[in-house]
Structure formats: C-alpha cells, structure tokens
C-alpha cells in the first residue's frame, strides 16, 4: 500500500507483549481505552474473550489477542470512507448532552465525566474517515474533548469551548431535518 507499511509491520513485531490488557491493546492499535473498554463490554469487532480476569481488569495472553489486533490493524489500512449521518447525529446527540451538563449549577461532574467517555468514543471512527465536509463538521464539533483530559481542570473555559462548537450542529440538524419524512406526504 504505501511505503511506510514494512517498517510500521517490523515496529508492531518487536513490540509483541506477552500479556496484554486494555491499556496494551488500545495502545497497540492507536485507540482510547474508553473505545475498546466499548468493544470488550458489547463484545463487538470480533474482540477475543479474555484469558484471565484479574482484579486490575480483564487479561489476555499475546498469542489470543495479537491475530485480532492485526486484523483490527489491517481493516483500518483500508481505504476511509465518510463520516455516516448515523455518526454525525450520533456525535450531535453526545455533544448536546455535554453542553446541557455544562449549563448546569451545580455541575454534576459523575454525569459529565461518563457523557464526556462516550463521547470520545466516536473520536476514533472520525479520525478513520475520509476527508470530506461532514467528516470536518464532526471532528470540529468533538474538537474541544482532543484538548482536555479525562476531567477538565478549568470548567469554564472547557464551556466555552463546546458552546462555540455547538456552532457547527447547524449543517448537521439541516440534514437531520431533510432526512425526516414529510408530514404532508405521511397523511
């Protein structure tokens, strides 16, 4: 495909664990954790039951998990494809709820923190997309979860920066708006 594969196929070959954890695995494949604590717990993308559990988490041994980290590495060389309008709504709704949790006094900062987890989730699905308009308004709109940490330390500038995001829901609440059925037609 392009130059760089041998050399990034040698680098993951002499990075081979022994043991991995979800920590070892996202890192191993460019993820957040929250995003492949996800898949663990949906049992998606094909991810492999763990070997053990230990109190620390979920554990798998190398040669369980490194076939499917190579297939997961592989289907993501492919060719990006768009950001899909489920995403993009997907990404609306998440940021809505984390502006609506930011307008709140007292903030409740549990509630924050998980909607602020699933939001990021989507992060690595827009970072994988093409590079077309709705994939730019989506990665925009999450901009402001790339800048701060787990837990914002300054609130109020975090605040700001999703309010002025919100900006761009607006080509995102049109197409929501075309994609639903006309009311004159439906009767």
């Known amino acids: 495909m392009n130059s760089t594969r041998p050399a990034l196929d040698q680098e993951a070959e002499l990075s081979r664990k022994a043991f991995y954890g979800i920590a070892e695995i996202a890192e191993a494949l460019g993820l957040n954790r929250q995003l492949v604590t996800a898949w663990r717990r949906r049992r998606s993308h ?6 053990a559990e230990l109190s620390s988490g979920p554990i798998w041994r190398g040669e369980t998990v490194e076939p499917w980290i190579d297939q ?3 289907r993501r060389d492919t060719t990006s494809q768009p950001v899909t309008a489920d995403v993009a709504f997907k990404a609306s709704r998440r940021m809505l709820r984390v502006a609506a949790l930011l307008l709140e006094q007292p903030i409740r900062l549990r509630l924050l923190s998980q909607a602020l987890a699933e939001a990021r989730e989507l992060i690595p699905v827009v970072d994988e997309a093409a590079d077309d308009p709705l994939s730019k308004t989506v990665a925009q709109l999450l901009g402001p979860l790339r800048k701060s940490g787990d837990e914002p330390a300054d609130l109020v500038a975090f605040r700001r920066q999703v309010l002025a995001e919100l900006a761009h829901l607006e080509p995102l609440i049109r197409m929501a708006a075309e994609s639903l059925p006309d009311p004159e037609s439906a009767g």
């Open 46 to 51: 094909g991810m492999p039951e763990p070997d």
């Open 72 to 74: 997961v590495r592989d």
